[in-house]
T-cell receptor, first 116, second 110 residues
Framework: AQSVTQPDIHITVSEGASLELRCNYS??????LFWYVQSPGQGLQLLLK??????LVQGIKGFEAEFKRSQSSFNLRKPSVHWSDAAEYFC??????????????FGKGTHLIIQP | NAGVTQTPKFQVLKTGQSMTLQCAQD?????MYWYRQDPGMGLRLIYY???????DKGEVPNGYNVSRLNKREFSLRLESAAPSQTSVYFC?????????FGSGTRLTVV
């Protein structure tokens, strides 16, 4: 079965500084990988996803992520964070069964705090 | 652009009461899912449905039942609510490289 580990429960970053959120996954084949963001009391917003091709993926709000098969990682980066980036971030891995439902397995999330 | 619609958005139940969470999608997706979100736990899969008429258990199915009424609708039922079922519930549809999530139902069981 697939699994996702987000090693950092909380991360504090100064506004304007760079950000990297870590994500490691376990899956037997090439995975579909996702990053979602959730503001307090809100639903999930898709930041970006990887399913094939270029291993560096660009997303919305200036985020990018790099798929590294050798490290089973899909870390999320942003060169300069804004106060509005404070939120909960979830990494997820999707299986592709070739038929029927797939579904996503989520990490436990990383809470991002932005210091002024 | 409705996508996935969940009702209600908020609900308070007393222990032992029953209720059904409704979910409908207009994406023409075959697959639908119910997740629960708890602090520090991420989202965990409760049940899923690969197509109309089929349902399967996910990671945390105990205390829940589901019905795939038709291609559009996938409901989640709590027969006898318990405080441990206090959570935020998300419905989703899709598969492979694309999923659409509803805005969630915040359920409190007292």
């Amino acid at each position: 079965a697939q699994s996702v580990t987000q090693p950092d429960i909380h991360i504090t970053v100064s506004e304007g500084a760079s950000l990297e959120l870590r994500c490691n996954y376990s899956y037997g084949a090439t995975p579909y990988l996702f990053w979602y963001v959730q503001s307090p009391g809100q639903g999930l917003q898709l930041l970006l996803k990887y399913f094939s091709g270029d291993t560096l993926v660009q997303g919305i709000k200036g985020f990018e992520a790099e798929f590294k098969r050798s490290q089973s990682s899909f870390n999320l980066r942003k060169p300069s964070v804004h106060w509005s980036d404070a939120a909960e971030y979830f990494c997820a891995v999707g299986r592709h069964s070739g038929g029927g439902a797939d579904g996503l397995t989520f990490g436990k999330g990383t809470h991002l705090i932005i210091q002024p | 652009n409705a996508g996935v619609t969940q009702t209600p958005k908020f609900q308070v139940l007393k222990t032992g009461q029953s209720m059904t969470l409704q979910c409908a999608q207009d994406m023409n997706h075959n697959s639908m899912y119910w997740y629960r979100q708890d602090p520090g736990m991420g989202l965990r899969l409760i049940y899923y449905s690969a197509s109309e008429g089929t349902t399967d258990k996910g990671e945390v199915p105990n205390g829940y039942n589901v019905s795939r009424l038709n291609k559009r609708e996938f409901s989640l039922r709590l027969e006898s609510a318990a405080p441990s079922q206090t959570s935020v519930y998300f419905c989703a549809s899709g598969r492979g490289s694309g999923y659409t999530f509803g805005s969630g139902t915040r359920l409190t069981v007292v």
